[in-house]
């Protein structure tokens, strides 16, 4: 079974810093896009940022430079480097992957940036 883990969330005062990772385990055959979702509360889930195997980019416009995306195709897995934090970035952020042409979600990790 394959499953995705996400670590790195936290709480952090704006401004600040924080860098995510989603690892994929088990039965990999391949991962095509590797993503970042976030959901706040009484809010939709939303797009965050996506990367293909290739290295191609897709940022949503509310986080376009100040967060990064980037992927490690040996070790299975994504990262978030989420950089000048602001409270509205408060959210639980989601890893989303196609394995093997299946859509995986991960657990989510809370991200709390206070003001």
């Known amino acids: 079974q394959v499953q995705l883990v996400e670590s790195g969330g936290g709480l952090v005062q704006a401004g600040g810093s924080l860098r995510l990772s989603c690892a994929a385990s088990?039965?990999?055959?391949?991962?095509?896009?590797m993503g970042w979702y976030r959901q706040a509360p009484g809010k939709q889930r939303e797009l965050v940022a996506t990367?293909?195997?290739?290295?191609?980019?897709n940022y949503a416009d509310s986080v376009k430079g100040r967060f990064t995306i980037s992927r490690d195709n040996a070790k299975n897995t994504v990262y978030l480097q989420m950089n000048s934090l602001k409270p509205e970035d408060t959210a639980v952020y989601y890893c989303?992957?196609?394995?093997?042409?299946?859509?995986?979600w991960g657990q989510g990790t809370q991200v709390t940036v206070s003001s």
């Open positions: 990367i293909t195997r290739g290295g191609g980019l």
């Open positions: 989303n992957a196609n394995i093997g042409g299946i859509w995986t």
């Open positions: 088990g039965r990999i055959s391949s991962i095509s896009v």
